[in-house]
């Protein structure tokens, strides 16, 4: 999961009104594609062969006649030889990734055997880029509390202000900001499903998007025809000390082997340097060292080993997200309840976290707790998966050494899903790992389109960081 604020272009496509549906087969409302169109600084070669349509959808699914938003889609059509299998569904993550712009201008996520034998199909979640964004002032969002909380001042001027957020975001959103939950999105898949026509799909989740995944072959598991969650979200976490511990010991765990590479690597900028120590004097002089430790937390997603160590040894501390209005992190409140009571129980998280984590003590995630505070309880919380019925099973992909999605929650989610999920365990670094590795990419793509179940326990080499 990327918890940061993005900055996403907004844009109108064309679509048909489908108000009123429900989720029930009955309703089957038919899409209008036109050629996607370039935004901005897209390519327009590389735009070219993509089809958009906007997908007409209630607010909230508890209330199918009430007000509608529309839902941004983008596809590109199987491109042969091969028999078409399908359509394979994308769920974009972040929170707030694009699918729309994947489709158009990304591609190269999808191997060229994907691309030949399936419809390629994905959206921009609820609340993201163009499907209805959540929006709030820009002012606002620049003034947004450090998650590193230093006093029981500090922490009462938190809340006041997510409260306050809250309701600039509501006033700009309009009626969808209390509804951009994924027990809403599962829905808003299921729909999509329905107005291509098919009555199975295919489904690749990455990051955020295994968390939409997994809710839905929980809620519709007679329409998957086979799923991929790749660097798996597990939304089991029953306490904010659990979803904390977990996040910060991935990235450490991440961050260690950072070191171990530069130790053994001649050409790394801090080679023969005491890098703990130098990262512990980083940390102290910077005036913002949550922002410090996310910069380094994100270029361990690829790694980026080597411009790491010269970030590092340069001291240079990474700018701050420009700010655009747009937040798509507002999801994360109404997916997780993660309750700090006090301001001695937050301390108590970072003292504990600095306690079992040398150098990455500020995880990413942090901030995933620090912005719900004050919130109310969320609409769909934790919970262990119930998976029923699957024809195949899910197959869950992870790094051992992922950053953002450590590989104790595959492990979590694959003892869920029971024999309805397979692990693919790939043996390196990084967050993802369908493009690191061919032995994960020709495995996964096997399973997706001939549904060859890899074998439990199957993993897969690890292949050394470019740099």
């Given at each position: 999961?990327?918890?940061?604020?993005?900055?996403?272009?907004?844009?109108?496509?064309?679509?048909?009104?489908?108000?009123?549906?429900?989720?029930?087969?009955?309703?089957?409302?038919?899409?209008?594609?036109?050629?996607?169109?370039?935004?901005?600084?897209?390519?327009?070669?590389?735009?070219?062969?993509?089809?958009?349509?906007?997908?007409?959808?209630?607010?909230?699914?508890?209330?199918?006649?009430?007000?509608?938003?529309?839902?941004?889609?983008?596809?590109?059509?199987?491109?042969?030889?091969?028999?078409?299998?399908?359509?394979?569904?994308?769920?974009?993550?972040?929170?707030?990734?694009?699918?729309?712009?994947?489709?158009?201008?990304?591609?190269?996520?999808?191997?060229?055997?994907?691309?030949?034998?399936?419809?390629?199909?994905?959206?921009?979640?609820?609340?993201?880029?163009?499907?209805?964004?959540?929006?709030?002032?820009?002012?606002?969002?620049?003034?947004?509390?450090?998650?590193?909380?230093?006093?029981?001042?500090?922490?009462?001027?938190?809340?006041?202000?997510?409260?306050?957020?809250?309701?600039?975001?509501?006033?700009?959103?309009?009626?969808?900001?209390?509804?951009?939950?994924?027990?809403?999105?599962?829905?808003?898949?299921?729909?999509?499903?329905?107005?291509?026509?098919?009555?199975?799909?295919?489904?690749?989740?990455?990051?955020?998007?295994?968390?939409?995944?997994?809710?839905?072959?929980?809620?519709?598991?007679?329409?998957?025809?086979?799923?991929?969650?790749?660097?798996?979200?597990?939304?089991?976490?029953?306490?904010?000390?659990?979803?904390?511990?977990?996040?910060?010991?991935?990235?450490?765990?991440?961050?260690?082997?950072?070191?171990?590479?530069?130790?053994?690597?001649?050409?790394?900028?801090?080679?023969?340097?005491?890098?703990?120590?130098?990262?512990?004097?980083?940390?102290?002089?910077?005036?913002?060292?949550?922002?410090?430790?996310?910069?380094?937390?994100?270029?361990?997603?690829?790694?980026?080993?080597?411009?790491?160590?010269?970030?590092?040894?340069?001291?240079?501390?990474?700018?701050?997200?420009?700010?655009?209005?747009?937040?798509?992190?507002?999801?994360?409140?109404?997916?997780?309840?993660?309750?700090?009571?006090?301001?001695?129980?937050?301390?108590?998280?970072?003292?504990?976290?600095?306690?079992?984590?040398?150098?990455?003590?500020?995880?990413?995630?942090?901030?995933?707790?620090?912005?719900?505070?004050?919130?109310?309880?969320?609409?769909?919380?934790?919970?262990?998966?119930?998976?029923?019925?699957?024809?195949?099973?899910?197959?869950?992909?992870?790094?051992?050494?992922?950053?953002?999605?450590?590989?104790?929650?595959?492990?979590?989610?694959?003892?869920?899903?029971?024999?309805?999920?397979?692990?693919?365990?790939?043996?390196?670094?990084?967050?993802?790992?369908?493009?690191?590795s061919p032995c994960m990419q020709s495995a996964i793509d096997s399973y997706l389109i001939a549904r060859d179940v890899p074998e439990r326990g199957t993993s897969c080499p690890a292949v050394p960081p470019a740099g």
């Open positions: 999961m990327t918890f940061i604020r993005r900055a996403v272009a907004g844009a109108l496509f064309i679509g048909v009104a489908a108000a009123g549906l429900t989720t029930t087969a009955a309703a089957s409302p038919q899409l209008r594609w036109a050629d996607c169109q370039p935004e901005g600084k897209d390519d327009p070669a590389e735009v070219k062969g993509s089809e958009c349509a906007t997908l007409r959808l209630p607010v909230d699914w508890r209330d199918p006649g009430g007000p509608t938003f529309g839902l941004a889609l983008a596809r590109r059509k199987a491109e042969g030889p091969g028999e078409r299998v399908g359509v394979l569904v994308f769920g974009p993550g972040g929170p707030g990734d694009s699918g729309v712009d994947r489709v158009k201008t990304g591609m190269d996520r999808f191997s060229e055997d994907l691309r030949d034998r399936f419809d390629i199909v994905s959206f921009d979640p609820r609340g993201v880029a163009r499907s209805n964004p959540v929006k709030c002032s820009v002012d606002l969002l620049d003034k947004q509390p450090s998650p590193i909380i230093r006093s029981a001042a500090e922490f009462t001027a938190t809340i006041s202000y997510n409260r306050a957020l809250a309701k600039d975001c509501r006033e700009h959103t309009g009626p969808l900001y209390d509804h951009i939950d994924t027990w809403q999105t599962v829905r808003d898949v299921d729909a999509v499903r329905r107005a291509l026509g098919e009555s199975t799909i295919s489904f690749h989740g990455s990051s955020y998007g295994t968390l939409l995944g997994a809710q839905y072959a929980e809620t519709y598991p007679r329409r998957v025809r086979a799923m991929v969650l790749e660097s798996v979200s597990d939304h089991s976490s029953a306490t904010t000390q659990a979803f904390l511990d977990d996040q910060a010991a991935a990235g450490q765990d991440s961050f260690d082997e950072f070191v171990k590479w530069c130790d053994a690597t001649t050409t790394c900028a801090l080679h023969g340097t005491d890098i703990h120590a130098r990262w512990a004097d980083l940390l102290a002089k910077s005036p913002d060292p949550f922002t410090l430790s996310f910069g380094v937390f994100r270029m361990l997603y690829e790694p980026k080993w080597a411009a790491l160590a010269e970030m590092l040894k340069a001291g240079v501390t990474p700018p701050k997200p420009t700010q655009t209005g747009l937040y798509p992190l507002a999801v994360f409140c109404q997916d997780w309840n993660l309750p700090v009571r006090s301001y001695r129980e937050y301390a108590g998280h970072l003292q504990r976290l600095a306690r079992n984590n040398q150098d990455l003590r500020y995880p990413g995630q942090l901030m995933a707790v620090s912005i719900c505070l004050g919130s109310p309880p969320a609409d769909n919380p934790q919970h262990r998966l119930k998976v029923r019925e699957l024809k195949t099973p899910v197959l869950l992909a992870n790094a051992i050494h992922d950053p953002a999605t450590g590989y104790m929650w595959a492990q979590s989610v694959e003892r869920q899903l029971g024999r309805h999920g397979v692990l693919l365990t790939y043996q390196g670094w990084g967050h993802g790992s369908y493009t690191k």
